[in-house]
């Protein structure tokens, strides 16, 4: 069984900052991509980061310059620093990762249960 495990969410200011982790967990072989994404009330969850193994990274045109994703491989957990807030930020954020299990045969991914992020005066 594997579990990814999310911290750091809470309420912040405009132009505040917060860092989220995702630590994965369980019986995992490997992992390939780790990642954010996001869900804002009547909106469609959408990709705010990804960082490869290797460390490539993709984010989403609206956070760049302000959202850095990071990764520890050692310990399975994605990072998500979050400077500069804006109050269009708000959302449950959600952790991936593309992973395959001790008994898998293949990668798939999985989630985690959300956090929520809210940016208000």
């Known amino acids: 069984q594997v579990q990814l495990v999310e911290s750091g969410g809470g309420l912040v200011q405009p132009g505040g900052s917060l860092r989220l982790s995702c630590a994965a967990s369980?019986?995992?072989?490997?992992?390939?991509?780790m990642g954010w994404y996001r869900r804002a009330p009547g909106k469609e969850r959408e990709l705010v980061a990804t960082i490869t193994n290797g460390g490539l990274t993709n984010l989403a045109d609206s956070v760049k310059g302000r959202f850095t994703i990071s990764r520890d491989n050692a310990k399975n957990t994605v990072y998500l620093q979050m400077n500069s807030l804006k109050p269009e930020d708000t959302a449950g954020y959600y952790c991936?990762?593309?992973?395959?299990?001790?008994?898998?045969?293949?990668?798939?991914?999985?989630w985690g249960q959300g956090t929520q992020v809210t940016v208000s005066s």
């Open positions: 369980g019986s995992i072989f490997s992992i390939n991509a």
């Open positions: 991936n990762a593309h992973l395959r299990t001790v008994w898998g045969r293949s990668h798939s991914d999985y």
